[in-house]
Nanobody
Framework: QVQLVESGGGLVQPGGSLRLSCAAS????????MGWYRQAPGKQRELVAA???????NYRDSVKGRFTISRDKNKNTVYLQMNSLKPEDTAVYYCFLNQKNTNYWGTGTLVTVSS
């Protein structure tokens, strides 16, 4: 079993910043990728950013230039630095880890961007 624990969500004003963290533990052998999805009320879950085993990153277009994904391989932890936040970034953010073609999920952390 793999456990993912997210932290760092909260309420922030438009233009502000937040940093999300996700720590993985348990039966971790060979991580293919880690990253973040988000789901806004009434919308489908969407990929925000991911980082592969080799360190390659990809972002959805709407967050490019504002969000940065990084990781600490020694700690099996992935981070999402979110700058210049917009109200449309409001969502529950879910961490994921892909290992052996299986996705594991965190329980989510709420990010609310509002004045």
């Amino acid at each position: 079993q793999v456990q993912l624990v997210e932290s760092g969500g909260g309420l922030v004003q438009p233009g502000g910043s937040l940093r999300l963290s996700c720590a993985a533990s348990g039966s971790i052998f060979s991580i293919n990728a880690m990253g973040w999805y988000r789901q806004a009320p009434g919308k489908q879950r969407e990929l925000v950013a991911a980082i592969s085993r080799g360190g390659s990153t990809n972002y959805r277009d709407s967050v490019k230039g504002r969000f940065t994904i990084s990781r600490d391989k020694n700690k099996n932890t992935v981070y999402l630095q979110m700058n210049s936040l917009k109200p449309e970034d409001t969502a529950v953010y879910y961490c994921f880890l892909n290992q052996k073609n299986t996705n594991y999920w965190g329980t989510g952390t709420l990010v609310t961007v509002s004045s």
